[in-house]
C-alpha cells in the first residue's frame, strides 16, 4: 500500500516561503495524481493544489493561485507545493494524497478530498510574525 510522507512545514514569516514534500514509500508516483490540502482550525479541509498524469495538468484553489506551485520528480518519489508569498491565512496543516490511475478530470474544478484514496499524516505550517 502506497505510504506518503510529508515533510517542509514550519513556522514562516507573511511574506516568507516555503517547499513541502510529499515522499511516497515503496512504490514511484508515476501512475498517481496527486494533491495538496490543508486544513485551518475550525475549518473543513480544502484542495490546494492538484497534479494530474498528464504534462501541464494542474489546478491550483483561487486562494493560492501565482502564489504556490506544485511538481513531481519521479526518480524521487517525490511530490513539491513550493509556497511563496505566504499570508497568516495560509496557516494551516497541510496534508498529500494520491489517486492511483485517476480520471483524466480528477483536477478539473474544485479539488475534492474524495477523489483521492491515499493520505499522509499532515504537517504543520505557520505563518506569523
Known amino acids: 500500500q502506497l505510504q506518503l510522507v510529508e515533510s517542509g512545514g514550519g513556522l514562516v514569516q507573511p511574506g516568507g516561503s516555503l517547499r513541502l514534500s510529499c515522499a511516497a514509500s515503496?512504490?514511484?508516483?508515476?501512475?498517481?495524481?496527486i494533491g495538496w490540502f490543508r486544513q485551518a482550525p475550525g475549518k473543513e479541509r480544502e484542495g490546494v493544489s492538484c497534479?494530474?498524469?498528464?504534462?501541464?495538468?494542474?489546478n491550483y484553489a483561487d486562494s493560492v493561485k501565482g502564489r504556490f506551485i506544485i511538481s513531481r520528480d519521479n526518480d524521487k518519489r517525490t511530490v513539491y507545493l513550493r509556497m511563496n508569498s505566504l499570508k497568516p491565512e495560509d496557516t494551516a496543516v497541510y496534508y498529500c494524497?494520491?489517486?492511483?490511475?485517476?480520471?483524466?478530470?480528477?483536477?478539473?474544478?474544485?479539488?475534492?478530498?474524495?477523489?483521492?484514496?491515499?493520505w499522509g499524516q499532515g504537517i504543520q505550517v505557520t505563518v506569523s510574525s
Open positions: 494524497a494520491a489517486m492511483w490511475d485517476p480520471s483524466p478530470e480528477i483536477c478539473t474544478g474544485v479539488i475534492l478530498e474524495g477523489r483521492f484514496d491515499y
Open positions: 515503496r512504490f514511484t508516483l508515476n501512475h498517481y495524481a
Open positions: 497534479l494530474g498524469l498528464s504534462p501541464g495538468t494542474t
